[in-house]
Every structure is written in structure tokens, then in C-alpha cells.
């Protein structure tokens, strides 16, 4: 299992003054010394936090893998085509919400996250769709092209009962074995934290988790560097 790394809320923290720091270029270089295995950003439509400068700098920097996170729209796949991360993710995407809420409908969306799928392929890009853990996505997103899933674990991260963390568990769980049965590579994140992730930890069948929130949330506290050697350890079973 490997950590991908979502540097977003450092670019937010920037934005809030519109000054250059801190840099989310510098983060990402720390988070690879640290363990970090993949460096994740999502482009945004409004640009609110990651910019293109970032993208651009970061295609360049990035000394793991880079996981461009985007609507499957012309504007963000023809960004994508032009700086040709390692790997996009495919993720619906609203003004109005502070963070990405749910997985992408794939089933309701299927000819255009198929045409995106297609597009970035022969840009030599692996996508990766953002799903919600049901048999339907899963099998749309095979549908889709897609070389890939990223299992949507809000649901289970927002769980407040042990028979409601039960339920969502399972779920992953299914669609895990679902994903892997289907030809897919299997991702994780949404949500996931140094306690909730451990369980996640114990599935035999996901390759990537990416979080952001909670490391840069803890390296507030205790360093960046020290905040990804932690959740490296975790992923690890160290």
C-alpha cells in the first residue's frame, strides 16, 4: 500500500492571503523526502486553492507520481493532455462545497467520463475514477474505460455508530474485491484520518490511499515531515 499525498490545503492556506507561502511545490518535495509515494492535486474550475503555475511547476518536481484530481471537463482534459501528469482522477465537482461530496456518477455520466477517459489514455495518462463503493460504479467505471478506482470513504469516515462504520466497511469491502475481480487497480481516500485509515489498512486489495486534510492538519502541529513519516508507518503496518 502506498501514500499519495494531497498537498491542496497548503495552497489554500496560501490563497487566503494571495501572497506565495506556504508553497505547495515545497510541500510536495518534503512529503516525497518523508515517504510519500504519489503527490496529489485537484485543478480546480475556480481555482480556489491549487493553481495552474503549481501544476505546471509540479509536473516538473514531482519525483513519484503526480495525481492530478479534475472535472471531466474539455478545459481540465486538455490542461491534463498539455502537462501529462502520471495519473488523473476523474472527480465531480460543485462551486459551492468546500471539498468534494460523493463519488462521480459514472452510470448517469458515462459517455462523457468515457470520452475524458479515452482522451487522457492516448496522452498516456492512467485514469482513475472517484466512486462511491456500489456495484453499479464499479462495473460503469469498468464500462468507462478507466484503468482505475478511488474508492469514495466519506460515508465511512462520517459514520458515528459502530453498526454504521460496519455497514460502510463492508461496502469497501465489496467493492474492493469487486474492483480487483474487474480488471481495476483500486484507490482509496475521502475523509481518512491516523485512527479511521487502520481498518482500511487490513483489506488485501488497495493499492493507494491518498489523504490530504488530516496530514496537513497534524503537520500544523508536528511538522510536516514527521506528519507523513506517521501515516506511512500506519499504511505500512509499522
Known amino acids: ?46 481555482r480556489r486553492h491549487i493553481q495552474d503555475r503549481d501544476l505546471e511547476i509540479l509536473r516538473k518536481t514531482v519525483q513519484t507520481k503526480l495525481n492530478l484530481e479534475m472535472a471531466a471537463t474539455d478545459e481540465m482534459v486538455e490542461i491534463a493532455c498539455r502537462i501529462r501528469p502520471e495519473q488523473c482522477t476523474l472527480v465531480p465537482e460543485k462551486r459551492q462545497e468546500l471539498t468534494t ?26 485514469v482513475s475514477l472517484f466512486i462511491d463503493p456500489t456495484a453499479a460504479q464499479l462495473k460503469a467505471a469498468k464500462e468507462s474505460g478507466a484503468d482505475a478506482i478511488e474508492i469514495h470513504t466519506g460515508s465511512y469516515a462520517e459514520a458515528r455508530s459502530e ?17 480487483n475481480d474487474l480488471g481495476l487497480t483500486v484507490h482509496a481516500g475521502h475523509g481518512l484520518n491516523y485512527v479511521n ?29 514527521r506528519a507523513v513519516r506517521e501515516m506511512v508507518a500506519l499504511i505500512r503496518g509499522q
Open 1 to 46: 500500500m502506498k501514500l499519495g499525498l494531497n498537498v491542496d490545503h497548503i495552497a489554500t492556506v496560501r490563497q487566503a492571503r494571495g501572497g506565495t507561502e506556504p508553497d505547495p511545490v515545497t510541500a510536495a518535495a518534503l512529503g516525497e523526502l518523508a515517504g510519500a509515494e504519489g503527490i496529489t492535486i485537484h485543478l480546480r474550475e475556480d
Open 101 to 126: 461530496e460523493g463519488g462521480l456518477d459514472v452510470v448517469a455520466n458515462l459517455a462523457t467520463v468515457s470520452k475524458a477517459v479515452a482522451n487522457l489514455q492516448q496522452a498516456g495518462i492512467i
Open 163 to 179: 453498526a454504521a462504520r460496519h455497514h460502510e466497511l463492508t461496502a469497501i469491502r465489496e467493492a474492493i474485491s469487486l474492483g
Open 197 to 225: 485509515i487502520l481498518p482500511l489498512t487490513r483489506m488485501h486489495g488497495i493499492e493507494e490511499f491518498n489523504i490530504g486534510h488530516s496530514i496537513i492538519a497534524r503537520a500544523m502541529l508536528v511538522g510536516l515531515d
